[in-house]
């Protein structure tokens, strides 16, 4: 089980987020619409593997918002 601490402060940093909700859902929209690439260079994804990971965690993050708002 996670840390009650880290989590505390993870739902804190969540709650204080600014929620930009026009962006996430024309975002929503078009992934809806399109779906996920998948013409993804490997080379690529190796070299910014971290910031494409933070990317993925944010817009979870922010489909799940947009979901339950």
Request: no cysteine; aromatic share 6%; proline share 1%.
């Amino acid at each position: 089980m996670p840390d009650r601490d880290l989590v505390q402060a993870r739902v804190r940093e969540l709650a204080g987020r600014d929620w930009d909700l026009g962006s996430i859902e024309a975002r929503y929209r078009t992934l809806l619409a399109e779906g996920i690439s998948r013409r993804l260079d490997r080379q690529v994804v190796l070299s910014r593997r971290a910031e494409l990971l933070d990317r993925v965690q944010r817009r979870a993050e922010e489909y799940e918002y947009l979901t339950h708002s």
